[in-house]
């Protein structure tokens, strides 16, 4: 019997019990923002009504905002901002240029916002660097607008719908980008609309997201119509433990793939960020270890990875080190190789060497261990 992992609080679990198609152990991981603010624009919605509705039923108070701009949300201190913004969630209207989809590759044809932030603490985000000003949490009202204005995009596939391999996903929807759809859903329902917009909607179509949290037992049951690919974001144990800070332990999160798995949802793995650390090879083949004994004996499994390594960019280094000054996690530039993104941006990548000993590393022991599983890029 392998050792058994630990979660986030350093409890055994036993790797027994992923495989039991019981729910998990222990209620799942929910965030109680410390402060919830709606807009007026906000409040013209149904579903920001919704969301209030909601919000207040769990015992928490809504403050009504007379206008439509957030205030108030930054400290005496770049750290108390952090801590405040990361307490906050704001029910707001969506901005006009995210109702203008972008394409997303490789991920997805289109990328979806419903909402924006997230309430977790990973030193790695790569949302740092990507979002502006204080790192709220803002969910948006206009859910059935948004899901209405999809139509328009279905049959323009950009990225997936071009690769023969996932033809049948129709056009892909990412709905994760900016944020961690299950840390959200018990307060706004919005993935849950969703799930079942897409299930109704009369074309070849997919929404897809990815989570570190584990929070599925409102999908359970659901009409999906197969039309949803939740994906779950794990690591190995060192990663998991030592850098994500505030998210659902690994052993919960692939306890909840298997629910969803056993519910008829096409699921997934995002394997990020892989670390090159020491011993790799041992951390990553215990977690492959346990994503095989979550799938084990699914019927009609249908399962995918996304394989991405570890890279920042000058700004989310910048970032993450001040909101984590004592960060344990490398990011060191002479360490790595430059690589220019889209527009000239820079990002440090590991070198050639290390991501091509990562890459076929993965590549086999993915196809090893979890033989049901179809890897859909590398990067
Ligand atoms: Fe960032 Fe994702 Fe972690 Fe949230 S769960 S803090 S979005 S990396």
Known sequence: VPPAPHDASGER?????LAGLAPPPRPARRW??????????????????????????LGIEVERLRANRLTGLR???????????????????????????QPIAPSADWRVDLAEGCPAHC?????????????????????????????????????TSRDARRAEEGTTF????????LALEHLTGSWRRAVEHFAGWDAPVQLRWTTKYDDVGTFVGLAHAGRTRV??????????????????????RLAALRRLALDGYPVGLTIAPIIALPDWRTHYGELLDLVAAAVDGVPGLDLTAELITHRFTPGSREVLLGWYPRTRLEMDETRRSRKHGKFGAVKFVYPRETMTELRSWFTAELTARVPACRILYWT
């Open 123 to 159: 030193q790695y985000c790569y949302l740092a660097g990507s979002l502006s000003g204080p790192p709220v949490t803002r969910v948006y009202a206009d859910l059935d607008e948004i899901l209405d204005g999809l139509a328009e995009y279905a049959g323009r596939g950009t990225v």
């Open 174 to 181: 990412e709905a994760s980008c900016y944020t961690d759809p």
């Open 13 to 17: 679990v036993p790797i027994r019990d």
């Open 32 to 57: 109680t923002p410390r402060r919830v603010v709606a807009t007026p624009a906000a409040l013209d919605h149904p579903h920001g009504r919704r969301i209030v509705g909601r919000v207040e039923a």
């Open 231 to 252: 994906r779950f974001s794990v690591n190995c144990l060192p990663v998991s433990t030592r850098f994500e800070g505030g998210t659902s332990p690994v052993p919960a």
């Open 75 to 101: 400290g005496e201190t770049e750290r108390e901002t952090y801590a405040r913004a990361k307490s906050t969630l704001a029910i707001v209207v969506s901005p006009p240029s995210r109702r203008r989809l």
